[in-house]
Nanobody, 113 residues
Framework: QVQLVESGGGLVQAGGSLRLACAGT????????MGWYRQTPGKRREFVAR??????NYADFVKDRFTISRDYDKNIVALQMDSLQPEDTAVYFC????????WGQGTQVTVSS
């Protein structure tokens, strides 16, 4: 059973930075993607970034502001978010993908203008 626990959300002013982290337990393979989605009220969850041993991908709106990294020994995936804007306000969810998505509980990121 895979479990994911996020940390690092909070309140930041526009232009500031936050670093999210997600620790995974259970059987986790480096070839499978870990990453982040985000969701705002009334909207669908949207892809932010993902990483595996073979590839790293970002959503277009990241625009070189976010950097995803992964510690394959400790099963930790991190998301460094710089130049944050109010539209980045959302609940950020960590995930690990096998034949389905495994989700963390989410962490709130709020960017004030």
């Amino acid at each position: 059973q895979v479990q994911l626990v996020e940390s690092g959300g909070g309140l930041v002013q526009a232009g500031g930075s936050l670093r999210l982290a997600c620790a995974g337990t259970g059987i986790i393979f480096s070839a499978n993607f870990m990453g982040w989605y985000r969701q705002t009220p009334g909207k669908r969850r949207e892809f932010v970034a993902r990483i595996a041993i073979t590839a790293t991908n970002y959503a277009d709106f990241v625009k070189d502001r976010f950097t995803i990294s992964r510690d394959y020994d400790k099963n930790i995936v991190a998301l460094q978010m710089d130049s944050l804007q109010p539209e980045d306000t959302a609940v950020y969810f960590c995930y690990y993908y096998t034949d389905r998505y495994h989700w963390g509980q989410g962490t709130q990121v709020t960017v004030s203008s």
